[in-house]
């Protein structure tokens, strides 16, 4: 543990605060809407990044809710448990009455007098938190942060004033923080629907001639996965594109996956410099998204859910068409795909019919000349924000590091340290027999 500023000790979270168990219950017991008698139940899915959700909540009988597990103003709900680790050690403050629990994957850290809540609540979202416990509750199947993970976590304790100066400080910082990533949201929403607006522009234009994609274009699609054939030793073995590598307006080539075929689908399917590539299914807003192969990757074909378009006058600009399908086409395919429960998708035929505009060849690569520094000046500014949002983060990271290491207020010598309230509520605590800390659903 490093030295600390003056007036500071160090501690645990289990001197400073009590830990209480969620309420226990069985799936019948529970209901999913209010109903006399019963209460709402906060779950681990309702702990946001700073706010508590009460939507999705359940519901449990009053009776099963003990006194102290009833939420109280200052209260930090608590994911301890979760399938996911990033969801464990998420915390929130309740910061107003609330009349309703907590269920057994939470639990809650009430503050004692020593430490102010919000300070409490703060301390908890640091880096140094969340990794320690991260590293402590990874499990197999389920992640759990335990009783004694929570309790001796080592806590950098001021003076109670400080505390109140520190928590001041960092709510204005980071509320400042907050507006500038606010303004880039904005921004960079705003950015997007001056790119699709302005790509739309560029294929708005009057006298030109229209036709169908499959009059300029040879449509293929690609090959089906067979598990059972992929031993068969005549095969030959190839990277294949699937959809998550066809994005629209690039193609991700971080992870190719490779298949075995005969030698004749790969004849038949192999991608050549030029080929436009656009995906049959998934989302209904990702029909036909697509982008240009430039050849990346020797051998490649592509798999059935991704249809390739080769277009029969090699004149023509590839990216004029892809750009085509993902700016004005892409209300089309939504219009003309088909939905089913959890998929949409367009078919070979369905393809062959998206309306395209056939301008002169010359004309295509002006206009596409023009998209690529449309597209460069959007690309810069995205960048920009986005450079700006992880320096926002991390300004964000570092106040909180230096708000509990003592350097960013002041300390102020005439103030009682730290250990001595914390001595004198000890005292009290262990005077009282009566605590409710007797509970077993308390630990402190």
């Keep these: 543990m490093s030295d600390l500023a003056q007036g500071w000790v160090w501690t645990t979270l ?28 906060l779950r681990a899915g309702n702990i946001s990044t700073s706010l508590l959700l009460d939507e999705d909540l359940i519901y449990v009988p009053d009776e099963m809710i003990h ?11 608590l994911a301890a448990s979760s399938g996911s680790i990033k969801v464990v050690g998420k915390s929130a403050a309740l910061k107003s009455s609330w009349r309703g629990s907590f269920g057994a994957f939470c639990s809650v850290v009430r503050p004692n007098a020593a430490i102010e809540p919000r300070f409490l609540g ?12 991260s590293e402590m509750a990874k499990g197999t199947n389920i992640n759990n942060l335990k009783r004694d993970h ?5 806590l950098p304790l001021p003076p109670i004033e400080e505390q109140r100066r520190i928590v001041d400080a960092i709510e204005e910082h980071l509320t400042r923080i907050d507006a500038a990533v606010d303004s880039m949201r904005r921004a960079t929403a705003q950015i997007g629907r001056f790119r699709q607006t302005s790509f739309d522009q560029l294929f708005d234009q009057t006298g030109w001639k229209w036709t169908t994609l499959g009059e300029i274009a040879e449509i293929k699609g690609g090959v089906t996965k067979d598990a059972k054939k992929q031993s068969n030793p005549k095969f030959v073995e190839v990277p294949y594109l699937r959809v998550a590598n066809v994005q629209r307006g690039h193609l991700d080539l971080n992870e190719v996956t490779k298949i075995r075929v005969p030698p004749a689908t790969l004849d038949a399917l192999r991608l050549v410099v030029g080929d436009i590539l656009l995906n049959e299914g998934g989302d209904r807003d990702k029909l036909g998204r697509g982008w240009v192969w430039e050849g990346q990757v020797e051998n490649c074909i592509h798999q059935n859910h991704v249809f390739r378009a080769r277009l029969r006058d090699p004149g023509m600009n590839p990216r ?11 209300s089309w395919f939504e219009t003309n795909g088909k939905q089913t429960t959890n998929l949409a998708s367009i078919s070979l035929s369905t393809l062959k019919m998206l309306p395209v505009p056939i301008p002169s060849n010359e004309e295509q690569a002006l206009v596409v000349a023009e998209l690529e520094r449309r597209t460069s000046v959007v690309d810069s500014l995205l960048q920009s924000l986005e450079r700006g949002s992880r320096e926002a983060e991390s300004l964000r990271r570092s106040i909180l590091a230096m708000a509990f290491s003592g350097r960013l207020v002041p300390q102020d010598p005439e103030e009682e340290p730290a250990g001595v309230l914390l001595e004198r509520i000890r005292a009290e605590r262990d005077s009282s027999p009566t605590s409710r800390g007797n509970s077993k659903l308390v630990a402190s």
């Excluded at 289990?14 to 209010?34: M, N, P």
């Excluded at 703060?122 to 416990?133: I, Q, Y």
């Excluded at 004029?320 to 892409?330: E, I, K, L, V, Y």
């Design 320 to 330: 004029f068409f892809s750009t085509h399908a993902n700016t004005w086409g892409r």
């Design 14 to 41: 289990g001197d400073a605060s009590e830990l209480i168990r969620g309420v226990t219950f069985k799936k019948e017991q529970a209901r999913s809407s209010v109903a006399p008698g019963y209460s709402p139940v």
């Design 67 to 77: 006194p102290v597990q009833w939420l109280s103003p200052n209260d930090i709900v």
């Design 122 to 133: 703060w301390f908890l979202k640091s880096d140094p938190v969340r990794n320690r416990w």
């Design 150 to 154: 929570i309790l001796l976590t080592p």
